[in-house]
Nanobody, 122 residues
Framework: QARLVESGGGLVQAGGSLRLSCAAS????????MGWFRQAPGKDREFVAG????????SYGDSVKGRFTISRENAKNTAHLQMNSLRPEDTAVYYC???????????????WGQGTQVTVSS
């Protein structure tokens, strides 16, 4: 049974950094695109970043370009999201997900984690 577990969330001041990790099990990690999404209270789920199966291609939402970096370690079945220059508007629950189809579309993702809270104080 596929399982994705996020870690690394927390409370940080504006301008600070956090690194999220996503540990995958029960699936052949290297055949899936991996993505990060976020959802703030009262808002729709938003695409944050995606990375292709071997990491050759990445994609970012406009609001995080230049500040966030997605990466993956296939040998460890792990994906990461490095978040720098954090802003209060980055506050949300962050989810990792695995897709056998498109990298950018949330409805293409097959498996989702439970999420980790990121709170950025001003």
């Amino acid at each position: 049974q596929a399982r994705l577990v996020e870690s690394g969330g927390g409370l940080v001041q504006a301008g600070g950094s956090l690194r999220l990790s996503c540990a995958a099990s029960g699936l052949t990690f290297s055949v899936y695109h991996m993505g990060w999404f976020r959802q703030a209270p009262g808002k729709d789920r938003e695409f944050v970043a995606g990375i292709s199966q071997i990491g050759a291609t990445t994609s970012y939402g406009d609001s995080v370009k230049g500040r966030f970096t997605i990466s993956r370690e296939n040998a460890k079945n792990t994906a990461h999201l490095q978040m720098n220059s954090l802003r209060p508007e980055d506050t949300a629950v962050y989810y990792c997900a695995a897709s056998s189809g498109s990298m950018d579309l949330s409805n293409a993702y097959d498996y989702w984690g439970q999420g980790t809270q990121v709170t950025v104080s001003s």
